[in-house]
């Protein structure tokens, strides 16, 4: 199996970008950060060991102690010039590979540093072409390794983009690689923590392409259930559960509109369906949102805000409504209500998306508003900007971003009020909520 494209050409990145600036992916996932970035002069001439450089840069990045995190840091106890004479597998070491060559097209990318990026570049093509060896074993799928190599490349496209769909192409061939294992004989610690780290971007992405996850069948929400420590970490798998059905759901109803528009049939029976399965796993969510506001280190409170001065200025009529601030004890809680709005604006999309197929017992205002309500409790949890350490824990989340990408794409087609007001707020917080690191698995 191939899933990445191991050819080395010169066109493949063009590397002296006007300005220095990065590219551009179409995920929220590739907002990179400026603070704390110094811009190094070109003439400045590369140090005899720079990978050590790189690395720290990386490490400052990423998430603390995820795969990518703890790829690096064995990199750095390791002689990295006699990295390709080392005598384990390539499925064994494709991943320190994948990771220098990410971090040294980061550091140069970020610090406009052409020489370093070409290097970068192409240390990368080395580590597609040793990645595609591996692949030829017919049990890489086993290696940890080669999850993680997988995981780097689509890290790297959200950060520093070589093509549009680069970053689904990965994630596409992660999940193959993933549908090849047996959930119940690939639960190590470790493995259980990889899984856990890919929760998320295996969810985005098929909620992001219209696809359903494996996540979703019934053997992989058992395993990975199984191994939840505490009554916190279930809570949070259940949540993940009911976005894996998300997938599900719109699968099915994209495939189904294919099917009535090629043979131009009504299914009304199977559009009935598809809205009976979305209502009961709407119940689903709201009794998990219960249950989880009934824990007191979920609790929040509300204070007004002063957002309306900014919405004014735009020229835009703000709703009668007075917006407030949702202000949290910890980051996980924030994250998790986010997490929960994302799966609910999920839902209500299917619902208005099959509104019109069928009698309705709910009008569409309806579904409407409470997606509008959604959007706003997304707006709600973002910090303002005094609050620096809250603001840069959020930034450091992809939920974060997913749930500003899915709040834009639940506005889009809507011209009311409501919707242009709520689209502002959403400029308003990415600029001045979402600023600093990102941090990735």
């Given at each position: 199996?191939?899933?990445v494209?191991?050819?080395?050409?010169?066109?493949?990145?063009?590397i002296?970008?006007?300005?220095?600036?990065l590219?551009?992916?179409?995920?929220?996932?590739?907002?990179v950060?400026?603070?704390?970035?110094?811009?190094l002069?070109?003439?400045?001439?590369?140090?005899p060991?720079p990978?050590?450089?790189y690395?720290?840069?990386?490490?400052s990045?990423?998430?603390?102690?995820g795969?990518?995190d703890?790829?690096?840091?064995?990199l750095?106890?390791?002689?990295i010039a006699r990295?390709?004479?080392?005598?384990?597998?390539e499925?064994q070491?494709?991943h320190?590979?994948?990771v220098?060559?990410?971090?040294?097209i980061?550091?140069?990318?970020?610090?406009?540093?052409?020489?370093?990026t070409?290097?970068?570049?192409?240390?990368?093509?080395?580590?597609?072409?040793q990645?595609?060896r591996?692949?030829?074993?017919?049990?890489?799928?086993?290696f940890?390794?080669?999850i993680?190599?997988v995981i780097?490349?689509a890290i790297q496209?959200?950060l520093?983009?070589?093509?549009?769909?680069?970053f689904?192409?990965?994630?596409?061939?992660?999940?193959?690689?993933?549908?090849?294992?047996?959930p119940r004989?690939?639960?190590?610690?470790?493995t259980?923590?990889l899984?856990?780290?890919?929760?998320h971007?295996l969810?985005?992405?098929?909620?992001?392409?219209g696809?359903?996850t494996?996540?979703?069948?019934?053997?992989?929400?058992?395993m990975?259930?199984?191994?939840?420590e505490?009554e916190?970490?279930?809570q949070?798998?259940?949540?993940y559960?009911i976005l894996?059905?998300?997938s599900?759901?719109?699968s099915e109803?994209?495939?189904?509109?294919?099917?009535r528009t090629?043979?131009?049939?009504?299914?009304?029976?199977e559009?009935?369906i598809?809205?009976?399965?979305t209502e009961?796993l709407?119940?689903?969510l709201?009794?998990?949102?219960?249950?989880?506001?009934a824990?007191?280190?979920?609790?929040?409170?509300e204070?007004?805000t002063v957002s309306?001065t900014?919405?004014?200025?735009t020229?835009?009529?703000?709703?009668?409504?007075?917006?407030?601030?949702?202000v949290f004890?910890?980051?996980?809680?924030a994250?998790?209500?986010?997490l929960?709005?994302i799966?609910?604006?999920?839902?209500?999309?299917?619902?208005?998306?099959?509104?019109s197929s069928?009698?309705?017992?709910?009008?569409?205002d309806?579904?409407?508003?409470?997606?509008h309500?959604?959007?706003?409790?997304i707006?709600?949890c973002m910090?303002n900007?005094t609050n620096?350490?809250?603001?840069?824990?959020?930034h450091?989340?992809?939920v974060?971003h997913?749930?500003?990408q899915?709040a834009?794409?639940?506005?889009?087609?809507d011209?009311?009020?409501?919707?242009?007001w709520?689209?502002?707020?959403?400029?308003r917080?990415s600029?001045t909520s979402?600023?600093?690191r990102?941090?990735f698995t």
């Amino acid at each position: 199996m191939t899933f990445v494209d191991a050819t080395i050409v010169a066109s493949r990145r063009k590397i002296d970008r006007p300005h220095g600036a990065l590219s551009t992916s179409s995920s929220t996932l590739s907002m990179v950060s400026s603070p704390g970035t110094m811009i190094l002069p070109p003439s400045v001439p590369i140090p005899p060991n720079p990978q050590e450089i790189y690395i720290m840069f990386a490490r400052s990045h990423l998430a603390k102690d995820g795969p990518d995190d703890l790829s690096l840091r064995a990199l750095q106890s390791m002689d990295i010039a006699r990295l390709g004479a080392n005598s384990m597998s390539e499925c064994q070491t494709a991943h320190l590979r994948a990771v220098l060559s990410f971090a040294t097209i980061f550091f140069g990318t970020k610090h406009r540093q052409t020489e370093i990026t070409r290097q970068g570049f192409l240390s990368h093509g080395v580590t597609l072409q040793q990645l595609n060896r591996a692949l030829l074993d017919p049990k890489c799928h086993e290696f940890d390794e080669v999850i993680v190599s997988v995981i780097t490349l689509a890290i790297q496209e959200t950060l520093v983009s070589s093509g549009p769909d680069h970053f689904l192409n990965h994630m596409s061939g992660l999940e193959k690689l993933i549908a090849l294992r047996d959930p119940r004989l690939h639960c190590s610690p470790n493995t259980i923590s990889l899984y856990r780290c890919l929760r998320h971007m295996l969810l985005f992405a098929a909620l992001g392409t219209g696809r359903s996850t494996i996540l979703a069948k019934p053997e992989w929400k058992t395993m990975l259930r199984q191994h939840c420590e505490n009554e916190e970490q279930l809570q949070e798998q259940l949540l993940y559960d009911i976005l894996a059905d998300c997938s599900v759901l719109a699968s099915e109803r994209d495939k189904l509109f294919t099917r009535r528009t090629a043979r131009r049939e009504n299914a009304s029976d199977e559009i009935q369906i598809i809205r009976t399965n979305t209502e009961h796993l709407c119940e689903q969510l709201w009794d998990w949102k219960i249950n989880w506001g009934a824990n007191p280190a979920n609790a929040y409170m509300e204070i007004p805000t002063v957002s309306n001065t900014h919405i004014e200025s735009t020229g835009i009529d703000a709703p009668s409504i007075a917006p407030t601030a949702l202000v949290f004890a910890n980051i996980t809680s924030a994250l998790t209500l986010m997490l929960y709005n994302i799966a609910l604006m999920h839902l209500l999309q299917i619902l208005v998306s099959i509104h019109s197929s069928l009698p309705q017992t709910t009008p569409r205002d309806h579904l409407v508003a409470a997606a509008h309500s959604a959007v706003l409790d997304i707006c709600r949890c973002m910090p303002n900007a005094t609050n620096e350490n809250f603001r840069r824990e959020l930034h450091a989340s992809p939920v974060a971003h997913c749930a500003l990408q899915t709040a834009r794409t639940m506005l889009q087609g809507d011209d009311s009020v409501n919707a242009k007001w709520l689209m502002s707020m959403l400029d308003r917080k990415s600029a001045t909520s979402m600023t600093g690191r990102i941090d990735f698995t």
